[in-house]
Nanobody, 121 residues
Framework: QVQLVESGGGLVQAGGSLRLSCAASGRTFSRYAMGWFRQAPGKEREFVAT??????QYSDSVKGRFTISRDNAKNTVYLQMNSLKPEDTAVYYC????????????????WGQGTQVTVSS
């Protein structure tokens, strides 16, 4: 069983930056593919970024602005978000799976509780 706890959300003006963190329990964190997803009110949960080993993948909407990284020694995955836009406003979720990276939320077994990111115009 893996538990994920996100932190770092908040309110920021457009053009600003935030860094989200996701701390994971468990001794085999390095084997997990980790992902970030987000869900805005009235919308479906959507893929943001994923990392497996040193391989990363991003949605087109965040490519060039967001960076996913991980520190296996700290069992933590990060999402650095720069040049934030109002349309980035959502609850951001961290997710993990015991396999290669995926952009599909239903392929992830473990989820955090989410952290709110609000970008004002």
């Amino acid at each position: 069983q893996v538990q994920l706890v996100e932190s770092g959300g908040g309110l920021v003006q457009a053009g600003g930056s935030l860094r989200l963190s996701c701390a994971a329990s468990g001794r085999t964190f390095s084997r997990y593919a980790m992902g970030w997803f987000r869900q805005a009110p009235g919308k479906e949960r959507e893929f943001v970024a994923t990392i497996s080993g040193w391989s990363t993948q991003y949605s087109d909407s965040v490519k060039g602005r967001f960076t996913i990284s991980r520190d296996n020694a700290k069992n933590t995955v990060y999402l650095q978000m720069n040049s934030l836009k109002p349309e980035d406003t959502a609850v951001y979720y961290c997710a993990g799976r015991e396999s290669r990276q995926s952009v599909l939320p239903w392929e992830y077994s473990y989820w955090g509780q989410g952290t709110q990111v609000t970008v004002s115009s």
